[in-house]
């Protein structure tokens, strides 16, 4: 039922990252680089601002459900509360930040139409925190058919939104509107699937124990939300829109991984928690390593396929016009890959609650990225001559700082709970390498058109990759049996049946 669920997670994550790169594809062409930079800035600017949402108090409600068998309205009011008063201090920011920086001497905002969006995504945004309430309690109580619903719908919604928006031409204000459909329609569904909760009135023990939670949370939730938005900000300040838009036009590329690493994150994290709750750590260190294998089997592919095509699909997909965007392309997948690596071990540390250390590896990264940001994106910095690497200089940064982040993060589970790196994960890697160095001679001896060069490469590559795992005795039939039960359609449809069937909040998803 584990895996069944991270394929459920999976596939809603491959459908909305899908939804996301058509969504890029079509703004792209139709509206160009500076349209979608435009919004890039502004998502980047305000998400910097929404620090003040979440402040770990999400993950504080997700870990404190995942651990109780008793029903949870008390912890949905605390939430509800807790979210509700941290959205007052954001609107706030939101309002006075626009009449602030042109008083300091330069405009964060140039002009009436991006002022008018940059209201429109500041309630994206807070939606967003909202709705998270509903499909973090369907998470923490493993009901993820019942999560990812809700996500479907926004995507699909948001993207037909988004495509008329882009067809029709009418501009970065109709776009943003575009956008504020997907957490808007992830609240409404999320609410009807909500049937059979309770919102029970927060109590000042539920407050307390929250609060207990999040405060050594608080700086490692700002300084992810800062790292996540810090970049397109900092392309914006030194260079143009345009540039924001070729490196915002790949990050959906990226997020591909991303979405894999999370469909493996999502349902580890409660049991590890209950792991952690009754002192069983040799059951937390054999899930751990089972998530690090099956996660490296699925990402390792993917991974390949995307920094051996980066140029064609740059061209195929965004257009001539987007040629520094591969460059930049190459760079953030490493960075995904880096960042996903590490995901299991940080998982541990939030199951032990271990916040110190999570903190210290979110400040190790900012001031990596921060460095690296300052060092390689702009042409010059006071009197210093720099790199000037604009797009792909934030990637870098990137994949600079989640490598010296994660790094920290395996030490210090390492040192909790005795988890070392899965050893044989240099196998797996191995084969990828034997799969981009397959797919690199079939493109240099079989002269094809473009598109079946694409679907020859893959296939044979996908055969080089598994044929190189079964020599190493790293895929066994065992394994082959897992994926097979995993991809049974009939086994997926039922448990998806069984689940949106069920109304007891009180008792959790099997656990089998």
């Known amino acids: 039922m584990t895996a069944r669920k991270s394929l459920l997670l999976f596939v ?8 996301g790169f058509l969504s890029t594809v079509v703004i792209a062409r139709w509206m160009g680089p500076e349209a979608l930079g435009t919004i890039g800035y502004l ?3 305000l998400g910097l601002l929404s620090i003040v949402l979440d402040l770990g108090f999400a993950q504080a409600h997700l870990t404190r459900v995942a651990a109780s068998d008793k029903d ?3 912890l949905i009011g605390t939430l509800l509360l807790i979210k509700g008063l941290l959205c007052v201090p954001f609107l706030f920011l939101v309002v006075i930040l626009p009449w602030l920086k042109p008083d300091l001497g330069q405009a964060l905002i140039h002009h009436h139409q991006a002022r008018q969006a940059y209201y429109i995504l500041a309630l994206f945004y807070a939606v967003h925190s909202i709705a998270n309430v509903l499909l973090h309690t369907f998470e923490g109580r493993l009901e993820t058919a019942k999560e990812t619903i809700p996500d479907v719908g926004g995507s699909l919604l948001s993207f037909v939104a988004k495509a008329a928006v882009a067809f029709l031409g009418l501009g970065t204000v109709a776009l943003s509107g575009a956008y504020l459909v997907e957490p808007v329609v992830r609240l409404l569904l999320g609410g009807l699937l909500f049937r059979g909760y309770s919102i029970g009135r927060a109590t000042r023990e539920h407050l307390t124990s929250y609060v207990r939670y999040a405060v050594p949370l608080m700086l490692n939730s700002a300084v992810s939300m800062v790292v996540t938005n810090l970049n397109p900000v900092v392309i914006g300040v030194f260079w143009s829109a345009a540039d924001v ?15 894999v690493a999370s469909a493996v994150a999502v349902p580890f994290l409660p049991r590890v928690s209950a792991d952690a709750a009754r002192g069983n750590w040799e059951e937390m260190r054999n899930r751990t390593y089972v998530a690090e294998r099956y996660l490296l089997l699925v990402l390792a592919p993917v991974a390949t396929l995307l920094l051996f095509f980066s140029r064609e699909i740059v061209e195929l997909t965004l257009g001539a016009g987007f040629g520094p965007s591969a460059a930049i392309l190459v760079a953030l997948i490493l960075s995904s890959v880096a960042a996903a690596a590490f995901i299991p071990y940080r998982m541990v540390l939030y199951a032990v609650e271990r916040q110190r250390d999570l903190v210290v590896s979110s400040c190790v990264g900012l001031v ?12 010059q910095l006071g009197s210093l001559p720099l790199p000037g690497l604009r797009g792909l200089g934030a990637a870098l940064g990137m994949l600079l700082m989640n490598l010296g982040s994660g790094l920290v993060q395996f030490g210090a589970a390492r040192r909790c709970a005795g988890i070392a790196f899965y050893k044989r994960s240099s196998l797996i890697l191995l084969a990828a390498a034997a799969m981009y160095l397959t797919m690199g001679t079939v493109r240099a001896l079989v002269p094809v058109a473009l598109v079946a060069r694409v679907l ?3 296939l044979v590559g996908a055969m080089s990759y598994l044929a190189t795992l079964v020599l190493m005795r790293e895929f066994t039939r065992a394994d082959a049996q897992v994926f097979l039960n995993i991809l049974h359609p009939q086994q997926m449809f039922d448990y998806v049946s069984e689940e949106l069937g069920s109304n007891r909040p009180g008792s959790k998803g099997d656990d089998s």
Not at 12 to 19: C, E, K, Q, R, Y
Not at 245 to 257: E, H, K, M, P, Q
Not at 368 to 379: E, K, Q, S, Y
């Open 12 to 19: 809603v994550s491959m459908f909305g990252s899908v939804l």
């Open 43 to 45: 998502l980047g600017l």
């Open 72 to 74: 949870p309205a008390p």
């Open 245 to 259: 838009g070729y490196y915002t036009a790949v990050l959906g590329f990226s997020l591909v991984i991303d979405r």
């Open 368 to 379: 990596i990225l921060v460095l690296a940001d300052a060092l390689l994106i702009p042409v």
């Open 456 to 458: 020859l490469c893959s």
